[in-house]
C-alpha cells in the first residue's frame, strides 16, 4: 500500500494516518523523495481503504501487491522521465543513446571520443573510472583524477557523464562531476550502496545483477527510491547462464517485462549482453524493437588497443553507423502501437 | 575436412581418395544429399592437403575446424534456400512468416486460421498433431487423422504446413502431408530420429534444445545433413534459465552468431521464447532486427479457448497487426549493412 | 485422484465408477500394471470423495494433488522394490552398487570388468552399446551385437545388465538380454520412448534430463507407470548450470527431495555428474550420505583407453577401494535417524 | 609467478628484484601479510627462471598459472590452518561445526542458543546483526548494538563469532567483537569490501556468489589475501540455477574442486544450499563425505518464531542430533583415502 502524502499535510495529519494504519497491523516506512511523501505500508492482511480514506493530508491511496512499491506501475502510470539538464532526457517515448569506452584512459582519448560523440549528435558519453574486476592484478582504472579531467572535457563540449560508483566513500567524491551514478552489476545487490544513493539528487542507472531476476532488479531500485531518490533507470546487460557462445544471454524478455511493470526508463547494453564486437549492432537495434528508451555501447578510437573490453567495443565508424541505425529503428518502432 | 566430389567421379578415384586420407590418419564419413556427394574427414593431426588435392574426381577441398563440418559456413558461403513449391522459400534475405495454432484442434479451427492467413498473406502455417506433453494425462493432439484434415484444407488453400514429428515410425506416415518437419526442443538430441530425418527430401526445421548450446544445435543439424538431408532449419526458441518471468529467455544472441557460423536460415520463435502473449510482438520484432530469416507465433481465433498455449497466442487482430510489423522492421533492416 | 481397483472387479462396477467421476468433470485414465488397476482422475475443481466411495470394486481412494500421480508417495508410501532375480535388488533400505565402462567394447573389455565386479561383490553391470553422441561423426557403439555378447558373458557370472535404450525399435530386440532399461539424460523427455516402456516387464531407470527439474523427472517416471510398468528407478546425474569446473553439478539436494515425493528408489551416477576421475569418490559418497538408494559409476580397466568418459573413469584398483567405502559409508547412515 | 622473500631482505635487494622482473615484460604486485611477503608477478610471457633465481632475498620461486596466485595450492602445498584462539582451529583434516540462528533477535534467544552449543560441544556460533534483505521493507537486523550483546554473552561461554560485514564502514566498528567475518553470497565480488578485508587481521570467509564460479570465489579470495591477509576460509553456500524445488542448489562438487586448487580451508553451508529443513542434515552429511573442513547450519529454538529463515532453520533436537551425525560422518571419512 502507498499512502501519497499532500504536499502540505501537517505532523499531527501525518501521525494520525501511521496511527490508523500501523493499527490495522501494517508495517509503515516513511518514504521522502525531492518530488513527494509517501508512507509505504507493508503487511499481509486485507485491509479496508474505507479506514484511512477519510483521513486529511492524503492525496491518494493505491494497492500495490508486488514486493516492490514505489518503482511499481500500479501507482504510478505515468512514466518516470529523467532530466539532466540542457534538455538532456531519459524517458519513455524517447531514445538515449550513451556511448564511450569500458575505461576512461587519458586526456587524448576522452578527447578521440568527445569529438565522435558531438560528431554523430550523442550527448551522453559513458566510461568507467573505478573498475570493479575479478582479479585484483587487473587495471582498476585512473580513478578520481581521470573523472575530474573527464568533467572538464566533457562540459565544455555539453556531454553528460554516466560512470559507475563502486562503495559508498566514492559517492560524495564524485558528486560534482557525475551525470548518471551506474550501479554495476556486480553491485546490483549491494544494500549500502543503493541506500545511500537514495539520498542524493542525481539520477542512478542500475543495472541488472549477474544473476539478478527482474523482481530483484525491480527490488534493488526499490531500495533507492525508498532511500528518497526517484531519478532512476534501469538497466539489462545480459544475465549469466549456460550458454558460452556468448559473453553474456542478453535477456531482451525483460525490456517489455520491466517496462509494464515499472515506470522507469529501461536502457539496453549489447555491448556486454553479447560481448563479440561484430554482433553489438544487432543486438543494439533488437533492443530498440524490443521497447527499450535507450541503448548504451562501447566505443573507442582503436578498440584493440583499449585497456578492456576491446573483443566488444565498437570503432567509430561502427559506432556512427549504428547510432544512426538506432533512431531510424527508433522512428519506424513509434510508428508502431506497440504495448 | 569437407572434400566435395565431382558428379562424375568414378567408385575406383573415390576409393584412392578414401585410401590415401584413411592413411592420414582420418576416419572418413560418405555423405550423399540430394544435391552432392562428400567425404567428411575427421581427425585431430595437421594434413597437407597437397598430397590429395590433385586427385581426379574431387570439386573442391574445405579445412573445416569446428565440431560441425557440413553445416558450417567455412564450406559454403552461399546461404542454403529452402523451396517449398509455389514460389514459397525460407532463405537469407528474406523474411519468412509461419503462424498458426499451438494445436489442431478442429476443422473449423483450421479453416478460420487458414482465412486469417490468406487475409494477411501469411503461406505458411504451424500446428501440432502430435503434441510432447510432460504429463501423459494432457491432451496429446489429433494424431495423423487430424494432419490429413488439415493437408486438405492448407493445399487447396495454397498454404504450406510446418509440424512437429515426435518420432522415426511417424516420419513416413505424415510424408505425404508436410511440407517442413519441426523437430521440437525435446527431441532436439533424439539423434535417431534426425539420422532418419536425414533419409527424406522434406525440409527439416529444428528447433534448439531446452537448454541446448549453439553449438549442440548445429551438431544435431549435422545429424540430419550428415544423413542426407540439406533441407534444414534453425530455430532459437528460448533456452532454461533461472528466470522465470517469462516462460523462456528468448536468446537472441544465438540468430547473429548462427547467422555467421553456418549457411541455414534461423528462424525465430517469440511465442515459446516470451510465452506471455502482450509481449510477443516487440520479441519478434527485436529478432527481425537481430537477424532472423523468419518469424514462427502462435495464433488462434480465441486464445483463451486455445487446447494449449493460449497465454502465449495472438488473436487475430494482434496477429495481422504484427505480420505487418515484421514486413516494415525486415523492410528497414534490408537498408542496414548489417553482418 | 488414485482410485486403486479391487482385483476382482467388474466392467459394471467399473464402468459405473467412471461414468461418476466423469460426472464430477473429472478426465479419467485407466492405468493396467503388472501389479495393480488404477483409474487416474484428472480435474482441478474439489471434489466430494463420499459420492464414490461407496461405490463397489473400490480398494482404495487417494487424493493426490501433485501433476505426477502414480509415482507418488501421497498414495503409495510403501517404497518400491525393484526385484532382478537372484536375489539381486535395488530398493529403500538397502544400497545398489552398478559398475562398468561407459561404453562396451570388445569381450576382453567386458572380461576384464566382470572379473573386477565379482572380486568385489558387485552384481550389476552398466555399459553403452547405443551411444548417443552429439557429433554424427563420433563412435557410437558395438549395438544389439555386444549386446549378445555381453549377455552370454554376463549371464555366466550372475551379473545383471544396465543399459541404454535409445530408440522405440529397440525396445523388443534389447529386451532378451537387459536386465534395467536405462532410458538416457537427452531421452528423458522422449515420451514415445517412454510410452513404450510402459508396456515392458522389466525395470527402467530414468535418468533426469540435461537441464530437467524435478518435477518432470517425476511426470516423465509417470508416463511408465501410467504405460503399465511399475518397476522405476530414478537417477541423479548432474544438471546443467553455468559452472565449468566440472562437467555438470550434481544435484544431490534432488536425492532427499526425490524421495520424499516418491515411492520410486533413487540413484545417483557421480561419474556424469563430476565429470573428473579424482573427485568421483568424494561425489559417490556424499550421494550415499543425502540419502541414495545406489550408486552407478564408470570403470574400465585403463581408463586413459577408453572408447569414451575416459577422464570420468575409475581405474580397478580406485573402484574396488569406492565400492568397499560406498558400504562402510551406508553402513553408517543406517546407523542415523534421517528422513 | 609468485616469488616469496626472505624476513630479512633488504630493501636494496627487493628493488633489485622488481627491476629484473619488470625488465622481462611482468607487472609486480608487493603482497604483505601478516604472515610473509610476496611479489606477485602477472604476464603472459614465458620466463626464465634463472634470470632472478639466484638474486638474494629470495626464498622460492613458484610458477603459478592459474588467475590466482596466492591462494592457489600451486605454491604452497601446505593447508592453511584458521586458528581463533582458545584452541579453536578451522583447518585441513579437522571438522568445524559453526551453528546459529540467520538473525541475532534478542538476549534471550543468544543465550538459549549459547545453551544449546555449549551442551553439544559447540564452539563457533553463526548469526546476523546486518542482514542483506532483498526488499528495502524487511528486518535489516539489529546492528552493532546486537552484536556487542552477542559478544559479551558468548565471550563469557567461550564461543566464537562468525557474523556477515556488508561494508567498509562496519569493518573497523565490528573489529573488536568478531572472530570471523563472513563476506555473504551478494558481496563475492564487492571488491572494495575484500580490499579492505585485506588489511585486518581477523580470518574472513567468503561465500560463493550466488552465480559465482569456482575460479571467481577464488579471485575473490585473492584480493583478500593480497590486500595481506591470510586468514581465509571459502565457503560453498548453494548456486542459482533453474530448479526451484530447492532454495538454491548445493554443489558440493565444488568442494573436492576447491581442496584440490587452494590450500584454504572448505566450509559447507547446507542451510542455505538447501533451504528446506527437512533435508538439510542429509545435505551436511553429504558435505562431509564430499570432503569438506567444516559445516555451518542454521538453528533456533523455535524455528517457526525465528525473523528469518525459519523454513530451514533445525530446532535443538534436530541441530543436537546432527552435530553428532557430522563427527561421525567426518570419522569414518578419516579412515578413507580420499584425495
Known sequence: MIIQLKLDITEPQKESIILEINQMGYKITEVKTQLGEYLVGIGSKEIDIRRIGHKEGIQDIHIVSDEYK???????AKPTSIDLGDGILIKDGDMAIIAGPCSIESEEQIKSVIQHLKDNGITMMRGGVFKPRSSPYAFRGLGLEGLILWYNLAREAGIKIVTEVMQVSQIEEMYPYVDIYQVGARNTQNFNLLDELGKVDKAVMIK???SGTIEELLQSA????SGGNEKLILCERGIRTYERASRNTLDLNAVPILKA???LPVIVDPSHGMGIRAYVPQMALAGVMAGADGIIYETHQVPELAYSDGQQTLDFAQSALLADQIRKTFALRKTFSLL
Request: without cysteine; aromatic residues 18%.
Open 70 to 76: 514505489m518503482v511499481s506501475k500500479k501507482w504510478k
Open 208 to 210: 541488472r545483477g549477474i
Open 222 to 225: 526499490e531500495y533507492v527510491f
Open 261 to 263: 511493470k515499472s515506470h
